[in-house]
């Protein structure tokens, strides 16, 4: 179960252990300014900069962002391929500035799909930051809840046919650690806060499993629009809620 922990930070103990966002928007914002869907794509990659740099500050352990959804591959090629030209250049630009600041890059999801640029900028963010032990950075990418509960599901399946667990003998914990936040990227918390932008208030498959307990928040906010000072406040906002985990 995640609690609020000790944070780097540590002044201030309200602040949640694990942020996820679901960063919503990029297209209404860039029809709203009358550019292409691509400019609104790179524009929330600006968002995304500002936004990892308050979580460190803040003292945030975890920060989790939905970057690409495995329904994200309907859109038309030209979205698609812009995406991740542009995952590969923001790794190009901003990855020694992360790993100056000691920020450790994880991947979410099936990675193995992407174009092959984009793989190699991955498997570089990956091990340039391994060793860093600050924010632990996540990028949910090609991610599904359905489909990481399917694969775990999977996994154990396998692991009872050949014997090596117990079908009746699976546990949630075991679950938890076939997912990817689970023990292949160091046991990721579950989410303690969920924000989404853009107005939308749905999960889209996101985090299915880690989210039983974690908090909602949304804004109407274009996620390019998304301010530092916005996160901060919906942050701190949450802090002030009270969490039962089914108790009194
Ligand atoms: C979020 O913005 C980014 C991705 C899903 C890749 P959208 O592209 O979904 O923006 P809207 O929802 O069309 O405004
Ligand atoms: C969710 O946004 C996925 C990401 C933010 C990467 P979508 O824009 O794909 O979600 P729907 O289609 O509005 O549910
Ligand atoms: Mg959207």
Same mark, same amino acid.
């Given at each position: 179960m995640t609690e609020i922990r000790e944070?780097?930070?540590?002044a201030d103990s309200r602040i949640p252990h694990h942020v996820a966002v679901i960063m919503d928007g990029n297209g209404r914002w860039a029809q709203k300014h009358g550019v292409s869907r691509l400019a609104g794509h790179n524009a929330g990659m600006l968002a995304m900069k500002e936004i990892i740099k308050r979580a460190d500050v803040?003292?945030?352990r975890y920060l989790t962002v939905y970057a690409f959804s495995t329904e994200n591959w309907k859109r038309s090629q030209e979205e698609v391929g812009g995406i991740f030209s542009l995952l590969v250049k923001y790794v190009g630009s901003e990855?020694?500035?992360?790993?100056?600041?000691?920020?450790?890059? !994880?991947?979410? %999801?099936?990675?193995?799909?992407?174009p092959a640029p984009a793989r190699a900028s991955i498997e570089k963010a990956l091990a340039v930051t391994a060793d860093n032990d600050g924010l632990q950075f996540s990028i949910a990418l090609n991610y599904g809840g359905r489909q990481e509960i399917l694969?775990?599901?999977?996994?154990?399946c396998a692991r009872a046919a050949s014997g090596e667990i117990e079908a009746a003998a699976v546990t949630e914990e075991m679950i938890s650690d076939a997912l990817y936040t689970g023990k292949e990227n160091g046991c990721i918390p579950d989410p303690?806060?969920?924000? !989404?932008?853009? %107005?939308?208030e749905r999960l889209s498959n996101f985090l299915l499993w880690q989210c039983a307990y974690s908090e909602l928040a949304f804004t109407d906010s274009l996620w390019p629009d998304f301010t530092p000072d916005e996160f901060e406040t919906m942050v701190k906002a949450f802090g002030n809620r009270k969490r039962r985990f089914g108790g009194r």
């Open positions: 944070t780097a930070a540590g803040m003292g945030i990855l020694a500035e992360l790993n100056e600041n000691n920020v450790r890059v !994880r991947i979410l %999801g099936d990675w193995s799909r992407l694969r775990a599901v999977r996994n154990l303690d806060l969920i924000i !989404r932008t853009s %107005g939308e």
